[in-house]
């Protein structure tokens, strides 16, 4: 598949209808594909990102999504990034490679946390509707971020680790490469890749990369999917600014909702929790790149290069002013040299690749929580740019998975899911 722009431009009112069909088209029972053919499963962000999506004209099904996704959740409370329930040829590594032991069958990593942050939206739409909702699924998203504090940090740590790039939501970022060249990837089983026959290679990660997130899958299986052995010892922990600032802003939207439902406990952990969040900021923060970055936990080496969850701060309510001047500078010089904003990663930083999947590409999905943050930060101009270009690349492309930062044009898989429900949810001039 090449890289798309539409032929004839849909009106804005058609778009809406585009995307209300595309979220339907995927729908497989209670849950819903990212895109069918190449993720032929359910995805954790990806669900929760359709939930706002489906909230727009169906809140009933926005709940449902959310439920269905913690059908995967492991007694440990970890949500898990892939709920398989069945094998499907078209897709590699299925719950074969990764033998979760969880039923229904699951990867064995997680995803970054929205959940939460998307309840709370859900909820506010319609207490009345959500409060019985919410009761039920609170204490699973209280078990899944005790999970991530007690699973994904080192003793004496705050910021959160992934212990492999899927766990980012960012699979082939630059973030990961230094500490993925750290894993041997030798005694690897053979194996046949499947993403590259839905999509155009030169848009994927390379298979030296797929060599060392097989290698990963196989320790984490080796191991029974132990989590803090994983973190404490395996080939790779890396703290990511991504998941560290969702989880963050996940905690805070889970605070308000323990106070909802008068949950004390609960909201006594949940401030523990946060208490850490300027700590973990602190160590994400890289004074070189003015932005908060990546960092070995191995190594404690930082990303050389700026990645967009590096503006996802104010999305998690952190705002120090000595830093935010430097990030600002960092975020405008950015803004920039980018046609369409924001670049997943540096678009001047050799690494820099306008189509390759998380090296450049820009994702509806971040742009819409870092834009959020900063919004809510009082960065209206910068917000606005970001929703704007949001806007353009889907009407210029259409729903395709990510978008070339320089020419707008769609990349990667097309019906997107998750690139519909921002639409609806907040780039269509009908959420103005
Ligand atoms: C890719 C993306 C990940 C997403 C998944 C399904 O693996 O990197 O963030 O959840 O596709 O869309």
């Known amino acids: 598949m090449k890289s798309q722009s539409l032929e004839k431009p849909f009106s804005d009112v058609e778009l809406d209808q585009r995307a209300i069909a595309i979220l339907r088209e995927n729908e497989w029972g209670g849950y819903t594909l990212p895109t069918r053919g190449l993720y032929p499963f359910q995805w954790n962000w990806d669900s929760m990102f359709v939930a706002l999506g489906f909230s727009e004209f169906d809140l009933e099904r926005a709940w449902t999504e959310v439920e269905t996704l913690f059908q995967g959740q492991w007694q440990n409370g970890m949500a898990a990034h892939i ?3 069945r094998d499907d040829p078209s897709y590699f590594p299925g719950p074969s490679i990764w033998v979760s032991g969880q039923n229904p ?7 970054p946390p929205v959940a939460a942050t998307v309840v709370r939206d859900l909820y506010e739409k319609d207490p009345e509707i959500g409060l019985a909702r919410l009761k039920e699924i609170f204490p699973r998203l209280m078990a899944w971020h005790r999970w991530f504090h007690m699973m994904r940090v080192i003793s004496g740590g705050a910021a959160i680790a992934v212990t492999h790039p899927w766990e980012s939501g960012r699979d082939n970022s630059p973030d990961w490469d230094r500490a993925l060249s750290n894993v041997d990837p030798s005694g690897i089983a053979d194996y046949t890749r499947k993403d590259t026959g839905h999509v155009d290679p030169s848009m994927r990660p390379t298979n030296e990369e797929y060599d060392r997130y097989l290698k990963l899958v196989e320790y984490g299986r080796e191991t029974g999917w132990d989590h803090a052995r994983i973190t404490r010892e395996g080939p790779f922990a890396v703290a990511d600014p991504g998941v560290t600032f969702i989880l963050m802003r996940a905690d805070r939207d889970l605070l308000e909702l323990a106070k909802v439902l ?33 960092r070995d936990l191995r190594t404690d080496d930082s990303a050389t290069g700026v990645s967009s969850v590096a503006f996802l701060s104010y999305y998690a309510g952190i705002s120090i002013p000595r830093r935010d001047a430097r990030l600002q500078a960092t ?4 803004l920039e040299v980018s046609k369409y904003s924001i670049p997943s990663f540096d678009p001047e930083h050799s690494r820099f690749d306008s189509k390759r999947y998380w090296r450049g590409p820009v994702w509806v999905i971040i742009n819409y929580i870092v834009a959020r943050g900063l919004a809510e930060y009082g960065f209206e101009r910068e917000a606005n740019r970001i929703r704007l270009d949001t806007r353009e690349i889907i009407r210029g492309s259409g729903f395709y998975e990510y978008f070339d930062p320089i020419c707008g044009s769609g990349a990667g898989g097309g019906h997107f899911a998750w690139t519909a429900a921002i639409w609806l949810a907040w780039a269509s001039p009908m959420t103005d």
């Open 83 to 85: 709920v398989f329930r």
């Open 331 to 334: 975020l405008r010089r950015i």
């Open 105 to 111: 069958s699951t990867s064995g990593c997680s995803q």
């Open 262 to 294: 008068g949950a004390q406990d609960s909201a006594h952990e949940i401030t523990t929790w946060l208490y850490h969040a300027e700590e973990a900021a602190d160590y994400l923060w890289s004074e070189r790149l003015g932005a908060y970055a990546a």
